[in-house]
């Protein structure tokens, strides 16, 4: 049974900075997605092992950064600069097998999920 276990949301206010973990029980490809009230899930970033590659979505490229330590099934994401338009659950997803770039951004592609962390950002 595979396990992925978030922490590290909150409420903060605007411009402040906030980091997030991720365990997962094996060693598996990692992302985070986040999901705001009456939207859809989408993704944030991840990580290919494989080819030591970051990629981001639009909206968080230059305040996000993820990293990670393969060897200890963990993933982490530094939010620097938080809007109140990053209020969201975080939630982290993992597979077994690496993703196609085209396929990283669809939730279904990924089958294991954390339980997700509130991120308010707020004044």
């Known amino acids: 049974q595979v396990q992925v276990t978030e922490s590290g949301g909150g409420l903060v206010r605007p411009g402040d900075s906030l980091r997030l973990s991720c365990r997962a029980s094996g060693r598996m490809y990692m992302a985070w997605f986040r999901q705001a009230p009456g939207k859809e899930r989408e993704f944030v970033s991840t990580?290919?092992?494989?080819?030591?590659?970051?990629h981001y979505s639009d909206s968080v490229k230059g305040r996000f950064t993820i990293s990670g330590d393969n060897a200890k099934n963990t993933i982490f994401l530094q939010m620097n600069s938080l809007e109140p338009e990053d209020t969201a659950v975080y939630y982290c997803?993992?597979?077994?097998?690496?993703?196609?770039?085209?396929?990283?951004?669809?939730?279904?592609?990924?089958?294991?999920w954390g339980q997700g962390t509130q991120v308010t950002v707020s004044s």
């Open positions: 990580i290919d092992w494989s080819q030591n590659r970051r």
């Open positions: 997803a993992a597979r077994v097998n690496r993703l196609v770039l085209s396929g990283i951004r669809a939730p279904e592609n990924w089958p294991y």
